[in-house]
């Protein structure tokens, strides 16, 4: 098992740039593919970037690409997310996510169901 932990997010206007890192205990994170999710109020969790094990495949949604960059430090046990050019669409709770396969299927990794851990989110507020 792997405990996942989310750094604080905070509140940032748009334009401005946040990063949030996932620490994780139990297990090392380098055994696991990574992702970060993303809720909305009254919206669905959606997929934001996944990372494999060695850090050599990335998957993003359209939505994030060419402004969020996911990357893992495994010898640290975390994994990170740049945001950068936040819009205030962006504004959400973030989740990081663990998935135990060894295969990295960009389309499957969009899915909450593929992951096999969760933290427990951290707010991201970006204002007008």
């Known amino acids: 098992q792997v405990q996942l932990v989310e750094s604080e997010g905070g509140l940032v206007q748009a334009g401005g740039s946040l990063r949030l890192s996932c620490a994780a205990s139990?297990?090392?994170?380098?055994?696991?593919?990574m992702g970060w999710f993303r809720q909305a109020p009254g919206k669905e969790r959606e997929f934001v970037a996944a990372i494999s094990m060695a850090g050599l495949s990335i998957n993003y949604a359209d939505s994030v690409k060419g402004r969020f960059t996911i990357s893992r430090d495994n010898a640290k046990n975390t994994v990170n997310l740049q945001m950068n050019s936040l819009k205030t669409e962006d504004t959400a709770d973030y989740y990081c996510?663990?998935?135990?396969?060894?295969?990295?299927?960009?389309?499957?990794?969009?899915?909450?169901?593929?992951?096999?851990?969760w933290g427990r989110g951290t707010q991201v507020t970006v204002s007008s």
């Open positions: 996510a663990a998935d135990g396969h060894t295969s990295f299927d960009p389309a499957l990794l969009t899915q909450k169901s593929t992951y096999d851990y």
């Open positions: 139990g297990r090392t994170v380098g055994t696991y593919t």
